[in-house]
């Protein structure tokens, strides 16, 4: 059904985006920004990065398959690539997701790069989403994306909260959960990949 597709779309890309993960390193530099002078509040920030979440999510959705087509890669060869990859970004984000380190100090530079990419639309989202285009619709992706885009926001947005509750031990461990998630879809593409290798 094109409703179990879509959800399932939208679970992966969400687990692969992980915004449990950069919620206290988003919080970390927008308490230093606030602090140092700059005048902006959480919601605006977060919206802010969510139109360009979903303008990266829409935009890969529906060129993925014609990226295929035009280089002339072979499904199974991406499914292979891009699972060896998901799964290095699960254990990457097991390990405290050291791409994380090199935030930018000020909050307006910071909101498209590396915010929303690539810490949210990284390449693991960008391979989920390509990758995802061989067997599901341009419809079904770009629902299935949006979808998971809302999710991201309303975790986004509550994420001063979760901090408060979990503390940022608790969130961050809330967002490594989901890192097994990923590492799983890694493999699973990676035997899909392997699976039509040997098919064709």
Do not use: C, H
């Not at 985006?17 to 230093?32: A, K, N």
């Not at 398959?65 to 990859?85: K, M, N, T, W």
């Not at 509550?158 to 901090?163: D, K």
């Amino acid at each position: 059904m094109i409703i179990d597709n879509v959800l399932v779309i939208a679970i992966k890309v969400f687990a692969v985006m992980d915004p449990f993960s950069i919620i206290p390193y988003i919080l970390s530099i927008f308490e230093e920004a606030t602090q140092g002078g700059e005048n902006m509040k959480w919601s605006y920030l977060v919206n802010k990065v969510e139109v360009a979440v979903v303008v990266l999510l829409l935009l890969f959705s529906v060129i993925g398959r014609f990226i295929l087509e035009f280089l002339g890669i072979q499904p199974y060869s991406l499914e292979i690539g891009g699972g060896i990859l998901l799964v290095y970004l699960g254990i990457d984000t097991l390990g405290g997701f050291q791409q994380l380190k090199f935030l930018s100090k000020r909050l307006e530079e910071a909101v498209v790069t590396p915010i929303a990419t690539p810490l949210i639309v990284g390449p693991g989202t960008m391979t989920a989403l390509v990758s995802l285009s061989v067997q599901n619709s341009i419809i079904e992706l770009a629902i299935g994306s949006l979808i998971a885009a809302l999710l991201t926001y309303l975790v986004l947005m509550i994420g001063p909260l979760l901090i408060k509750i979990l503390g940022r031990t608790g969130t961050v461990a809330a967002g490594r959960f989901t890192a097994i998630i990923i590492a799983a879809f890694g493999v699973q593409l990676i035997i899909q990949g392997i699976s039509q290798a040997k098919v064709a």
